[in-house]
Each structure stands twice: as C-alpha cells, then as structure tokens.
C-alpha cells in the first residue's frame, strides 16, 4: 500500500510538472536527489559498518550470549509460552539488544530468526502465536539507547549538538514499548476471554 501511496506522489508531481510547463525542476530535482541520496550512503555507510562490526564482534566474543542471560529472567516473564532455554529466547535478546544500540540493521536477521524458531514452537501454522505477537510489540517500539541512525544523520546535517536527542529518545521509545507490551497483554485477556 505505502509503494502505491509514493509512486501515486512521485506520477502526480511529475505530471503537474509537465502540466505546468517546468519540465527543469523534474531534472534538477532527479539530479539533486541522487546526489544528495549518494552522500547520505557514504556518510551512514562508516558509521553503521562500525556499529555492525561492534555486534558481530560481541556475538563472537560471547558478550552477547552473557547479556542474552541476563534479559532471560525478564524475556521469561514477557513470553511465559516459550520453553525455559528455547533458542528463539536468545534470538529475540540479540534483537532487543541490537535494537537498543540503534541497529535496526543488525537486529533483522536475528529477528527473523527469532520468528522462525516462534513457528516451530506453533501449532496453527497459518496463525501467529501469542509470542510471535508480543515479540513483534517489542520489536516494533524497540527501545533505543544508542540511536545511532539518528546522531549520524544530525551529524551529517551539521547539527550544533547530534547527542542531544540521545534522553528524550530513551524515553519515548520505554514509554512507546511499555505501552506496546500493556495493550499487547489488555488485548490478548480479551481474545483469551472470548
């Protein structure tokens, strides 16, 4: 829906470009987009390669496995469905922590793999499970203390002071994942309910 949404923009601007006879803003504005597209990539390309680095480096270094069982109490608590020790639990605290540190990038695959291990769990294949769900809630509101993404586009921009984002993002995104998990909860009694 959103790629129709943007291509029905991007025919209408061009058409009302045509129509009213400024043809040079469709180049100019094509000519600027990649230009500015293409400095965009080279200035997030360094610092997300070493954000990216830092994960693969704590993965191997068994950082990660160690604060993976520390979230575990929790993880069990949030998701009392999934068995104690289930694979699918260390994939969905990579994903959390990944997503704390900002790197969307780096949380996907272990996302995805925490989804593929939720279906081995499923009985209805063609249903998500009531994990599935709450895990998509957290994914989704993902809290972030390091909004890495963020700060280096602000850098990019020139932005007097790029951290300073840094509280105001921890804190909509607790509220925005505290309250994802309570309507998650609310919801589910009601489906339970029925």
């Known amino acids: 829906m959103v790629n129709k949404i943007w291509c029905f923009f ?15 803003i469709i180049n100019k504005e094509i000519l600027n987009s990649t230009t500015t597209s293409l400095d965009m990539i080279l200035k997030l390309l360094p610092i997300m390669a070493l954000w990216l680095g830092i994960m693969n480096i704590a993965k191997k270094s068994g950082l990660l496995d160690k604060i993976s069982k ?8 949030i998701f009392p469905e999934i068995p104690k020790n289930h694979e699918s639990l260390n994939y969905i605290s990579s994903n959390i922590i990944a997503n704390m540190c900002g790197l969307g990038n780096a949380a996907t695959p272990f996302g ?18 009531r994990s599935m769900i709450t895990f998509l809630v957290i994914n989704t ?3 972030t203390i390091i909004p890495t993404t963020i700060i280096s586009l602000r ?9 300073e984002i840094v509280l105001p993002c921890i804190i909509a995104t607790t509220i ?3 309250s994802g998990i309570i309507m998650d909860r609310i919801i589910a009694r009601r489906c339970k309910n029925k």
Request: proline fraction near 4%; include cysteine.
């Open 176 to 178: 925005a994942t505290i």
């Open 112 to 129: 995805l793999k925490a989804m593929k291990s939720l279906q081995e769990l499923n009985n209805k294949k063609d249903t998500a499970t």
């Open 10 to 24: 991007i025919v209408s601007g061009i058409i009302m470009c045509l129509l009213n006879g400024k043809e040079e």
């Open 70 to 77: 520390k979230i575990n109490p929790l993880l069990k608590i």
């Open 141 to 143: 509101s993902g809290v």
């Open 155 to 163: 850098m990019m921009y020139k932005s007097a002071s790029p951290t």
